[in-house]
């Protein structure tokens, strides 16, 4: 009878994406791994196939909190365009101080990699098509309901979102919230992205 591996894999991807979130792809050794998941490397070949099936996975997870904290702001915001507005805070705000990295780990992957690693570049690009999907949902929920008009373009409305929300991270990373801790400039700046063209 084969032995089977005794090990949580969800824990274990949700540990290696912090990680990987915290150090970039190539950062991240197999040392590394072993020491943050507790597996040995040949565990690690056994389970996920390669560093890169793990990092493949990580991706997806990130990708999937990302979706479920985007439902949670909808589901604790009184409209579409509130859960947007939470959503980005969360992200732009939080995370520079209660996440392994401020930048995004997608923009993050897409920067660093290369044709060397076209399945990992490709899949994080799938992952930002996804969110953006996941926005674009959020935004003809708000035209259906009247906080967006309805001749504007939902898919571009999303797209600038997906923007906004990098450049604000990429913003907040080097200026940090402008010495106010609550984060008051970097507020103003997420209203400002609904209260201006193209919304």
Request: glycine share 6%; proline share 4%.
């Amino acid at each position: 009878m084969a032995n089977h591996a005794k090990f949580d894999r969800q824990q274990v991807i949700d540990k290696a994406t912090s990680l990987y979130w915290e150090k970039g792809f190539h950062a991240t050794s197999m040392r590394n791994l072993q020491d943050v998941i507790d597996m040995r490397p040949g565990s690690i070949y056994a389970a996920f196939g390669s560093k890169e099936g793990l990092f493949k996975e990580a991706l997806q997870h990130y990708t999937e909190q990302g979706v479920a904290k985007l439902a949670a702001c909808r589901a604790n915001s009184p409209s579409p365009v509130a859960a947007l507005k939470l959503f980005m805070e969360q992200l732009v705000i939080n995370t520079q101080h209660g996440a392994p990295s401020g930048m995004c780990m997608l923009a993050k992957t897409v920067a660093e990699l290369t044709g060397e690693h076209e399945e990992l570049l490709q899949e994080a690009k799938r992952s930002f098509r996804k969110m953006e999907s996941e926005f674009e949902k959020l935004i003809v929920e708000a035209q259906e309901l009247g906080e967006i008009d309805k001749e504007k373009d939902p898919h571009q409305l999303a797209r600038h979102i997906q923007v906004q929300i990098s450049g604000l991270r990429t913003y907040a990373r080097v200026n940090g919230s402008d010495d106010d801790e609550n984060g008051a400039p970097l507020k103003q700046m997420i209203e400002d992205v609904f209260n201006h063209y193209p919304f």
